[in-house]
């Protein structure tokens, strides 16, 4: 009798690891460091989601020194989040990425400019300074420039471009006239350091016609010939959409799962929970698939560089409807 217990109880204990053990494991790389612009994966790990489809995903905070399409390409990761500006140009330059999902259904770009510039409409950018970042970030302000016909050159004519840090200082000391910010993030640490909606006028690449699909997930083209991975992949967007979706029925909430999961302390309560709102408003109801028009637009707005476009073909095989098509 004690050995068909110890037997079965070793069955129990095998079949248990076995089971610990199932768990496909799925990096994933995100743009920019922990906060509410990722809620929804943050939210897929804490809830079980990822568990329930039994994924086992690791989440790799981004920073000012990574560039996701460089982490994807080198095997560091095994899915990223990209603006489409940015996988489109690594695509072109032979890093095979793909767009499988598209979480964000509208863009939060925006250029801020101090108002005593006298800067009333983008085409008076002429002979001033613009800050922006780069890794990839800088190619919808590019391809607008170059919409206007201004150059960056720096002249009277032109504009000086200026590589800023992921911060507001550089307006704030009056280093730049005009800098890129986020609705959710950049442009509230301006209003935070004690400057009013008043001193300040925006510009919405939105309104302008020139907004680029952002916070895309994508994946190299060789995990798609993989049908293990694809099926992992599908498990992946079902369960980060589900994640999203509850974020954005529960901001706040939402935003605390965030906060626990920020290693550095950096973020706070008050910021997080803001941007858990606005961010809300950029996904929209999206169920994770691609609207293949606005993608369209995207490229259409990077080929419409004139002589230095962010692209310069209309890009084959960019994005794929293979994985949201399986969970729908």
Request: overall charge negative; charged content about 25%; proline content about 5%.
């Amino acid at each position: 009798m004690k050995k068909w217990i110890a037997l079965a109880t070793g069955v129990a204990l095998a079949a248990t690891a076995t089971a610990s053990q199932a768990a496909d494991k799925l990096t994933l790389q995100l743009q920019w460091v922990t906060q509410a612009q990722f809620a929804g994966y943050y939210v897929a790990k804490d809830k079980g989601y990822y568990a329930d489809e039994d994924l086992e995903v690791e989440i790799r905070p981004g920073g000012p020194d990574i560039a996701p399409p460089q982490v994807l390409a080198g095997g560091g990761a095994d899915v990223m989040l990209n603006w489409m500006p940015s996988a489109l140009a690594a695509r072109e330059k032979g890093v095979p990425v793909v767009n499988i999902a598209q979480p964000f259904k509208r863009s939060g770009l925006m250029l801020t400019c101090w108002k005593d510039t006298g800067i009333t409409k983008p085409e008076e950018f002429r002979g001033h300074t613009i800050g922006s970042w780069f890794f990839g970030n800088e190619y919808p302000l590019l391809s607008w420039l170059s919409q206007l016909d201004i150059p960056t050159d720096g002249s009277e004519n032109g504009v000086t471009i200026q590589k800023i840090g992921f911060n507001v200082d550089p307006l704030l000391q009056k280093q730049a006239d005009c800098i890129t910010t986020m609705t959710y993030n950049e442009y509230w640490q301006v209003i935070d350091a004690g400057v009013t909606p008043d001193d300040i006028v925006t510009f919405s690449y939105s309104d302008y016609g020139v907004a680029t699909l952002e916070d895309g997930i994508y994946v190299l083209e060789s995990s798609l010939d993989d049908p293990e991975m694809v099926d992992k992949l599908a498990r992946f967007v079902k369960a980060s959409m589900k994640g999203w979706n509850w974020a954005v029925e529960n901001p706040d909430e939402a935003a605390e799962i965030v906060l626990e999961n920020d290693a550095t302390g950096a973020q706070t309560e008050k910021h997080q929970k803001r941007m858990m709102g606005e961010i809300a408003k950029l996904i929209d109801g999206s169920d994770g698939t691609l609207d293949v028009e606005a993608a369209q637009r995207t490229v259409e707005t990077l080929l419409a560089g004139g002589s230095d476009p962010v692209i310069t073909k209309q890009p084959e095989g960019a994005w794929t409807d293979k994985i949201t098509n399986m969970i729908k």
